[in-house]
T-cell receptor, first 116, second 114 residues
Framework: AQKVTQAQTEISVVEKEDVTLDCVYE???????LFWYKQPPSGELVFLIR??????QNEISGRYSWNFQKSTSSFNFTITASQVVDSAVYFC?????????????FGSGTKLNVKP | DAGVTQSPTHLIKTRGQHVTLRCSPI?????VSWYQQVLGQGPQFIFQ???????GRGNFPDRFSARQFPNYSSELNVNALLLGDSALYLC?????????????FGDGTRLSIL
C-alpha cells in the first residue's frame, strides 16, 4: 500500500494566487516524521520543513504554511501569493521511528506551474 | 559550505554493463542514503550507510550494491544493467542517519540505459 499519497499530479495557477498541495499518509507507527521537499528542474531536492507526529501545531514561514492533521492523516502545504519561482515539483515524505535509519517514503509529487 | 556532490552528472550505458556512481556528503555528515527516481515518480529508497556500515536496504535486487568509505563518501554500484534502471539516482546525507533528521540531497546522476 502507498504510504504517502499526493493525489494532485499537476496544478497550474496564475501568479499571486494561493495554492494548496495535498498530502495524505499511512503508518502504524505512533511516532513518525513528515517532510516537504521542493524539486526544481535542476533535480536537487530542497528540504522545506519537518513535522513530528506529536506536534500538531501548524507552521508558517513567509509565504509558506503547513497544516498537519493527525485525525485525517494529512499534511498539506499552502503557498500564499504564489510566484513564478515557486514552479517546481513538490514532494511529501514520511519517515517512521520504528526504523533506526533514515528511510523516507516519498509521494509521487505534485508539479506546480505558476504562470505570470 | 559545499552541499552533497554527486558524479558523474549524466551517464549513458548499454544493457548488461556495470556502473559506479559516486557521492560526497556534506562535511560533518556521517550518513549517506541512495534513492532511485524514475521519471514522473517520487524517489525510492535503495540503501542507507552510516559509519561505513549498511543500516537499511530497500526493495531492490542484488544487482544493486553500495559502500561507504572512511571519509564518509559513498559509491553505488549496479551490475547487469537493465533498461528499467534508467533513472535519476539521488544521494542524500544527514548527520546521524536517524528517522527524524532531514536528508540533504545532491543534484543526482541521470543514468540512461540504451
Amino acid at each position: 500500500a502507498q504510504k504517502v499519497t499526493q493525489a494532485q499530479t499537476e496544478i497550474s495557477v496564475v501568479e499571486k494566487e494561493d495554492v494548496t498541495l495535498d498530502c495524505v499518509y499511512e503508518t502504524r507507527d505512533t511516532t513518525y516524521y513528515l517532510f516537504w521537499y521542493k524539486q526544481p528542474p535542476s533535480g536537487e531536492l530542497v528540504f522545506l520543513i519537518r513535522r513530528n507526529s506529536f506536534d500538531e501545531q501548524n507552521e508558517i514561514s513567509g509565504r509558506y504554511s503547513w497544516n498537519f492533521q493527525k485525525s485525517t492523516s494529512s499534511f498539506n502545504f499552502t503557498i500564499t501569493a504564489s510566484q513564478v519561482v515557486d514552479s517546481a515539483v513538490y514532494f511529501c515524505a514520511l519517515s517512521e521511528a520504528g526504523y533506526n535509519f533514515n528511510k523516507f517514503y516519498f509521494g509521487s509529487g505534485t508539479k506546480l506551474n505558476v504562470k505570470p | 559550505d559545499a552541499g552533497v556532490t554527486q558524479s558523474p552528472t549524466h551517464l549513458i550505458k548499454t544493457r548488461g554493463q556495470h556502473v559506479t556512481l559516486r557521492c560526497s556528503p556534506i562535511s560533518g555528515h556521517k550518513s549517506v542514503s541512495w534513492y532511485q527516481q524514475v521519471l514522473g515518480q517520487g524517489p525510492q529508497f535503495i540503501f542507507q550507510y552510516y559509519e561505513k556500515e549498511e543500516r537499511g536496504r530497500g526493495n531492490f535486487p542484488d544487482r544493486f550494491s553500495a559502500r561507504q568509505f572512511p571519509n564518509y563518501s559513498s559509491e553505488l554500484n549496479v551490475n547487469a544493467l537493465l533498461l528499467g534502471d534508467s533513472a535519476l539516482y539521488l544521494c542524500a546525507s544527514s548527520s546521524g542517519g536517524l528517522p527524524n533528521q532531514p536528508q540533504h540531497f545532491g543534484d543526482g546522476t541521470r543514468l540512461s540505459i540504451l
